[in-house]
């Protein structure tokens, strides 16, 4: 764990979606993450189209921006291009990745370029928020309600059923959905107490929230994309929805545009980071590149 | 070439040593640049240890940072760990990179880390400037005098030389120096007019500065390191040395500290990137990662 010297500008290093760092008499805080995608750890050259990488690379970013309520600015790209990518799926990648982000209006502000054997890009976003309003994930509270959006399993579903890139479920995979608009309304408008995106499983994401918030929490079943199965749903990754606590009370819409929100359970005072499901203890399952080894990125 | 929107807070994108955002309200503006340091590409195993590859990879984005006459604030490092790499070697760069970061006043703010075959890493660094005084390529005109920092050509000699980590050009290779306190000097007491690092070597970075400054420049022989040669010095990368331009007659003195900063040549008003040294016509000769099929990060 790095400390943060006092005075610093930096408001929030290690440990949550993003870093926050507060300009000299800025009227924003800017929110920073950084996010790796990497040819056959994160993707197979044989499923993902030079336009899918370029997509997914970014809005894996852009969903932890969502997660503290920022709105995305720029970002910075470094791509190691193997020799088996011709320039067409350079060009391609670019494409599909500025494409993307401009329609959240975000610009490629630079980054780096090289050639390796296995291709691999590094995805640096930087976000937004009025001074002081960033959602974080050390905020949750017992007796505080834990709510998620959308609809679970179905990128893990498409990944493993089989059924190629023409499945609901694949393309669900294929086309994660940053909630930049959810954040910026539980930021604004339900003055979410605490948020994380799941991306890597809704077991994982919420046993983090709960070690950052010291807190515990019980929940029932989540929501299920046709087809998920209940293990799917509580562990399955590269989700890209938010996870998120509002005081007790709040009046949460049953959904936020076409995209469902819906309470699953609340947070009580346990050991930090205890999870039951049904009254049984929850075990944290999501998948964790920050393996054992490498304790410099250790969760609080 | 990506365009920038109007009315965006991104002041400068991809074609210097870094992009400029502008938050809103702020006393500064903030500089940011992305480097890749990669096994079998930019180091070796075999001569890297860890606690170098943590030093270089970061020093390589403060060099850009000390480029444009900024304060580093904080990075954020992306590694894909091989497997190769143990824990301790994780740690061991880590170790280094934090506290090399630290003795320029920056922090580890995030990052990400994965395990890959190769090793590699990318490091963002953020920095900042009070508002609109960055130094940048493109300020460079005719009659403005070219200056270098430092002698030339000691970290390819000391790469190439094969006396191994012992030597003096190696150490000079193994330890590079961004110029950070150099390039606030420039910015702050000499008003440089244009700057740039020559971490591709001098006369790849001397036509970049005068391709981005629509102008021409006429340079001598440039202060070499001990052993190197003259081709080492005019086109040897990995050297983290600053070239600016100033006004003509501004009393620049004969060193900075220790270090020595020396006039070379003039700018003139010629093709935009025509150089010559004493007379002849000089090639960009340096490396140059962003090679033709990738040009999504044109130089201007």
Redesign the interface.
């Known amino acids: 764990m ?1 400390a ?2 006092p005075g ?3 408001v929030l ?2 440990g949550d979606d ?2 926050i ?1 507060r ?6 805080d ?1 929110l ?5 995608f ?1 040819e ?3 993707f197979l050259r044989e499923t993902h189209k030079a336009a899918d990488v370029g997509r997914i690379a970014l809005a894996r970013s852009l969903s932890d921006i969502a997660a503290m309520g920022g709105s995305p ?2 970002c ?3 791509l ?2 193997a020799r088996w990518a ?2 067409r799926w ?2 391609a990648f ?1 494409d599909s990745l ?1 494409s993307y982000a401009a329609s959240f209006g975000a ?12 291709l ?1 890009c ?1 995805v ?1 976003v ?1 976000g ?1 928020v009025p001074r002081g309003t960033a959602l974080r994930r050390d905020g949750a509270r017992p007796s505080h309600e834990i709510y998620v959006s959308g609809k679970l399993g179905g990128s893990i579903l498409g990944l493993t059923g089989g059924k190629g890139r023409a499945s609901k479920a694949m393309k669900r995979h294929l086309n994660p959905e940053p909630r930049l608009a959810l954040g910026k309304y539980l930021r604004e408008s339900l003055h979410a107490t605490a948020a994380i995106d799941i991306s890597d499983g809704l077991s994982l994401d919420l046993e983090r929230l709960c070690l950052a918030s010291r807190v515990a929490a019980e929940i029932e079943d989540p929501p299920r994309f046709p087809g998920a199965t209940l293990e799917q749903a509580l562990h399955g990754g590269e989700e890209y929805e938010l996870l998120f606590t509002v005081r007790p009370g709040t009046r949460v819409p049953a959904s936020f545009g076409d995209l469902p929100l819906t309470r699953i359970g609340t947070i009580f005072k346990g050991s930090p980071g205890e999870m039951r499901h049904h009254g049984t203890t929850l075990a944290a399952l999501g998948f964790d ?9 250790n969760k609080p």
Chains 1, 2 share one sequence.
């Open positions: 790095v943060i010297p610093s500008p930096l290093g290690i993003c870093a760092y300009p000299r008499r800025s009227a924003d800017l920073f993450t950084a996010d790796q990497i056959g750890v994160h600015q720029f910075l790209v470094s190691c291009a011709s320039s350079v060009d670019f500025t610009v490629l502000a630079g980054g780096d370029l090289a050639q390796t054997e296995t691999a590094d640096t930087c937004a590149h920050f393996a054992k080894p490498l304790n410099h990125f």
